[in-house]
């Protein structure tokens, strides 16, 4: 029998794939495009659990990094808008409240809850924990316009004028490292910044090239492929939603951590999509390889604790990896269901492959999800059995 709860949940998490699709003002730093807003989630959500010796005694980082992984969804019905543009920001507040009723209503009732209280949390900035994340909200499209690739003095302008008289002027208060920072990119002080500070500055800078970063799968509209970082947020809410179907009790927030992080190496390796043809051993390696630069940018604790929380979730052995991994698998199904089996068509993916290489991932860490899947999979399969026809001609 199928639980409706599940289905509410995987519901829920093929909506928000819209969040995708909704372009902010602010560019990734190589200045190639503007950022999207569910990678911006990502990556604040990265932010603070990079920033966590700067967040305050009474910040619940856990806390912290589900707000931000949550707090754009409203943008789905309501979009984007910029700070520099006239705004009436309380008929946008109101929208925004509107949008989260309907959002977060697809979700089963304890969840609409739970989730409608972090994200009213974070919009009334009252809490300690919610104005750390507020504060991180703020700070990122600063530190992507100060160390843009791309010149964009009118960026630089809005910068300034956000610090000086905008949201932004609660960072001297509540992040003044970040701020030092860009008073001294903007030339407004001299001051020597935390060597500390400036090791986690510099990595969250270059992990923003996983914006970049294109993977086989399809967004649920079928407009273009993923990016490595927005994925990356998406299976973040896989798994914190999902987690009552783990094959055994997790830690979530653990769980959280690994996902925020294990597609860095992609940033040098690029995707290995898990349908094409590879040499396992060699990818292996080239990926150790980048974990050892990347993590190696932060301060030597916290990059030997994330690298060795991107080794567990790689070994796939404690059952906080195992669901990780279960996860991992379980949105790119979820996409090509949407996308009429899109990577399934252009790898040419038997049934028998998709369970060796994802089915058992997947039944290992959720079982309940994957019998659903499964079920869901097999009927595509019986439908569309002509796309995969040999050709005996």
Known sequence: ?????????????DEIDKLKSVVRSSYIVDGSRFENSAEH???????ALILTPYA?????????????LLHDIVEIDVGDHPIDLPTDWQEVARQEKQAAKRILGLLPEAQQVSLASIWQEFERSETATAQFAKALDYCQPIIQTLHNARDIPDHVEIVKENLTKGRATCLPARLPEAYHFAASKLGWEHEVIDADF???LAFLVEVDKLKTVTRATKLCDGSRRETSGEHSWHIALYAWLLAEHAHRPVDVFRVLQMLLIHDLVEIDVGDTPI??????????????RAADRIFGLLPQEQGETLRALWDEF??????????AKAVDRVQPLSSNLATGGFSWVEYKVTPEQLETRVGVKVAKGAPA???????RIDAWYDKNAALFATDEA
């Open 56 to 68: 305050g005694r009474d910040v619940d980082i856990a806390r912290a990094i589900q707000m931000l």
């Open 314 to 323: 790689e070994a796939a052995e404690s059952d906080d990896a195992i669901y």
């Open 41 to 47: 989630s990502w990556h604040l959500a990265l932010y």
């Open 369 to 375: 999800l994957w019998a659903l899947l499964r079920q």
């Open 1 to 13: 029998m199928t639980d409706p709860t599940l289905v509410q949940q995987l519901d829920f998490l």
């Open 275 to 288: 349908h094409g043809s590879f040499d396992a051993k060699a990818i292996a390696l080239k990926e150790a």
């Open 198 to 200: 400036l090791e986690r």
